[in-house]
């Protein structure tokens, strides 16, 4: 396996795990704000695994850079929906405000819809890639 499939596989499995953590979460009645921060983080997982299959160039940690990539990348490109973007922003926001604006409330409904969002956003990142790398 080469450099570039080893991270792919090893990044799509730190979003199934975190995806998997989710819903777990969420069926064991663990707190939305976790709920929500699992979620978002397999989405998050997904798109790096994404850069990684298709050679996406991504020289920045920051979650908003990365975000910013994936929307010219993906998005303006047609290769995603835009309803994908949208999914990744709402969860963006949201776990930056449970995750550190005081007094934020996130609701079980929110964590619900949070862990929903990550499972569409993660099967379409895996029918794009179709696990095989430089397939895009």
């Not at 949201?94 to 005081?102: A, F, L, N």
């Amino acid at each position: 396996m080469t450099d570039c499939e080893t991270i792919f596989v090893y990044r799509m499995r730190q979003t199934e795990e975190t995806l998997s953590e989710a819903i777990r979460m969420l069926e064991s009645g663990f707190s939305p704000r976790s709920i929500v921060n699992r979620s978002y983080y397999a989405m998050f997982y997904a798109v790096l695994a994404l850069f990684v299959v298709s050679n996406t160039s991504h020289k920045t940690s920051k979650h908003s850079g990365v975000i910013g990539i994936f929307n010219k990348e993906f998005i303006h490109t047609g290769k995603l929906d835009q309803r994908f973007a949208k999914m990744l922003y709402n969860l963006f926001d949201q776990r930056m405000e449970s995750d550190y604006r005081d007094f934020a409330e996130v609701s079980e409904e929110d964590a619900r819809n949070a862990v929903w969002a990550a499972q569409e956003f993660v099967i379409a990142i895996k029918a794009l890639t179709e696990y095989v790398p430089n397939k895009i």
